[in-house]
């Protein structure tokens, strides 16, 4: 084969590999946007709505079924990483907020490093939800949020190989329990603030049914 047949077999496969990859780049961004917004309707109450968004976002995975032989190396070079972690990342609250159970990454079909990286990203998530719990009034909810919190990041610190593999899950790890040490003050304050309430209206009380005694 001549040296101008194989360059010009090279520049096709090149051609091709960019041509995919603005493709792929495209359907990604369009996955995490609406991943982000299935984690807002998630804060918002609308769970339907969060589980349509997440269905969405699943379509634009589809693309990576048909990734050609020349293109396959993208997908392990970050390219769909970080929509894979935000589509974890719907999924894991949805699924938490809706039945307090986790999803599966082989039910929802991401690598399970994306699905580690995705699930430490929750904790800050739930942070919002306890924070936003606190401001209703809705100190039961606050109080399982950070349950969660805690029991997601005990969980993944009890890996032992991952860390080691997956080097970018100990910075979110570290991330997370400031996060949580944050919420745990947050929640905390809170039950106080609320048993102090409780202490003076049972003192307002016992010296009202005083004074109506001694008249």
């Known amino acids: 084969m001549s040296l101008q047949k194989i360059l010009g077999r090279i520049e096709e496969e090149l051609s091709e590999r960019e041509e995919f990859k603005d493709e792929l780049y495209e359907a990604m961004?369009?996955?995490?946007?609406?991943?982000?917004?299935?984690?807002?309707?998630?804060?918002?109450?609308?769970?339907?709505?969060?589980?349509?968004?997440?269905?969405?976002?699943?379509?634009?995975?589809?693309?990576?079924?048909?990734i050609p032989l020349a293109c396959r190396e993208l997908v392990y070079a970050g390219i769909v990483d970080s929509a894979f972690q935000e589509y974890t990342e719907a999924h894991v609250l949805l699924n938490l907020v809706k039945n307090?159970?986790?999803?599966d990454p082989e039910k929802i079909r991401v690598p399970?490093?994306?699905?580690?990286?995705?699930?430490?990203d929750v904790v800050g998530e739930l942070r919002r939800r306890t924070l936003d719990s606190l401001r209703r009034g809705n100190l039961k909810n606050a109080e399982k949020s950070l349950e969660n919190m805690e029991f997601i990041h005990d969980a993944l610190m009890g890996l032992e190989k991952a860390p080691r593999s997956v080097s970018e899950l100990r910075r979110k790890s570290d991330v997370?329990?400031?996060?949580i040490e944050a919420t745990r003050g947050d929640v905390t304050m809170e039950v106080r603030r609320n048993s102090l309430e409780r202490s003076i209206r049972h003192l307002e009380k016992a010296i009202k049914a005083k004074t109506e005694k001694g008249r």
């Open 176 to 179: 997370a329990r400031r996060v």
């Open 112 to 120: 399970s490093t994306s699905y580690l990286l995705g699930l430490a």
């Open 100 to 103: 307090g159970k986790f999803v």
């Open 29 to 66: 961004r369009k996955a995490t946007r609406f991943s982000k917004q299935a984690i807002f309707a998630v804060h918002k109450g609308k769970l339907r709505e969060a589980g349509k968004l997440i269905k969405d976002a699943e379509k634009f995975f589809a693309k990576l079924d048909r």
